[in-house]
């Protein structure tokens, strides 16, 4: 990994810390750190470094909401959700879907 300059790292397992200074050749990275004991800045190699990786905030979850099932010949029944990106038929496109496909629309409400 390319680690630059303000990047957090956790580094040996043992600490996390900012890097304030890379060596000329790139080895070796100067990381500001702080434990529970006390703090200061170590040259560690690279190899000794992990990326600081945060959670995500944590999102809600709900159930999705059905608002049409199509039904394509009587055997192949789909379920449309609202999370799905759906254009509601017009009655005709519903009309002509059923005689000329053999495919049912039934729209559910809001």
């Known amino acids: 990994m390319n680690y630059t300059i303000g990047d ?19 080895l070796q990275a100067l990381v500001e750190f702080d434990t ?3 703090g200061g800045t170590l ?3 690279f190899d000794e470094l992990k990326p600081y990786i945060t959670m995500p905030d944590p999102v809600s979850i709900r159930v999705p909401k059905t608002v049409a ?21 017009t009655p005709e496109q519903i ?3 059923h005689d000329m496909l053999c495919i049912d629309v039934v729209l559910h409400e809001d």
């Open 8 to 26: 957090r790292v956790f580094v040996s397992d043992w600490c996390e810390g900012v890097i304030v200074d890379i060596d000329r050749e790139g």
């Open 95 to 97: 009309k002509n879907l």
């Open 43 to 45: 040259w560690f190699g």
């Open 69 to 89: 099932e199509i039904v394509i010949c009587g055997a192949v029944h789909l379920r449309v959700d609202d999370i799905m990106d759906f254009v509601r038929p």
């Open 36 to 38: 529970g004991n006390g």
